[in-house]
């Protein structure tokens, strides 16, 4: 196998060899991203024997598909290395002694494991799925010792980053851009050592299909557009419902500890293809506080996945968060939503309502931005896709469909009511 890199490609190419300790790329999709991160990683394993490197993304199942299932294995065949893939470590073992683990923060055991371990290299695959307090926990796992490599030179530690760009709230774009620091707000020390590349898929025309292009991402419109495409970090919309201070003015980092219920609230794909659009899946909770009704966003564990898959996110969510109930819409599904996630392992013993809107998505979520603007919602840490399509859906027919928003309406709704017995609110109702 060889391959052609671009001139684009050839400069990122140079910065991520660079002298830089973080160095993110970030731009449209499908422009190179993935495997030239990918691609340095394994310079870094052969170079440096017995060092331990990791990939990293939010959730696991997506680093196997994109890593383990797609990319890293081009990789290896590039470079004629033969690396040993142990499924139940999740890691590629070198010749050379060297590591590659792969890893995601939604499960507990896998994070104890990578706090367990020091690495030489960190690469955070997909960052704007993470939050700023998760990067920066697992950076300190930054540690391992290597001297020189197999040439003599001297080396040091490095973390990497990508991401299809969110909103310009997101920390990646505070640290990258800004380069002030996400919590504090003031200008980062050492500047010069948090560097930054755009690539787009114009980047590495010649490396897809004749019509991907144009028949695909040209396809965009609206914030799909500028953010898998033209590769750009976004401003939050003038019209719409939330505005980030109502968001971050309430946030913290800690949920209180006696919830008094906790739901999961769903909102399924419109069709069961591959290309169909992502299943919104959020949890949160609520808990009477100084005579009101507060609620608390507890995680977005949001999916692009077949109905087999996205039911079994929706179980582990369920579980993980010691959930009540399974809230899900029902207008495009009808009876097989609940059929899917009964399917699911533990599903049929899941706690579950579903819900039919007959209203507009802002009819909808009037009652919730209000709850918002009282202070009476608290995002447990920062789940920037799910605030990057709060902030910029406008309920405009180029908005993209709000799969996240909708399972968050759904969730604190549902909570609103406590579902005794039939529930109707005008524009929408409960079964």
Known sequence: MTVQITPKQREAAQLLG??????MLYGGSRSGKTFLICWRLLHTALTCPCS?????RRYFNSAKRSIVEDTFPKVLELEHVNAKYNHVDSKFSLPNGSEIWILGLDDKERTEKLLGQEFFTIYFNECSEMNWNSVNLVRTRNSMKIEKDIYGNRRRNRIFYDCNPP??????????????????????RNPEQWDCMQLNPYDNREHLGDEYIDMVLEGFEGRMRERFLLGQFTDDAENALWKR??????????????L?????GVDPSGSANASSSETGIIVAGKKWYQGEDHFYVLDDCTIHALPDVWSAAVMNAYNQNFADTIIAEINFGGAMVESVIRSAQGGDNAGFRCVRASHGKLVRAEPIATKYSRGLVHHVGEFSLL???MCSYTGAPTDDSPNRL?????????LSEGFTGTITQGDFSFI
């Open 18 to 23: 660079g002298t830089a300790s973080n160095v």
């Open 52 to 56: 331990r490197q990791a990939i990293i």
């Open 167 to 188: 909103s310009k709230r997101h920390w990646s774009y505070k640290i990258f851009v800004e380069k002030i620091d996400p919590i504090t707000r003031v200008l980062i």
């Open 245 to 258: 201070s109502m968001i971050d003015t309430y946030r913290i980092n800690y949920a209180p500890q006696d």
């Open 260 to 264: 008094e219920r906790i739901v999961v």
């Open 387 to 389: 605030e990057d399509e």
């Open 406 to 414: 909708d399972a968050l309406v759904w969730a604190i709704t549902g």
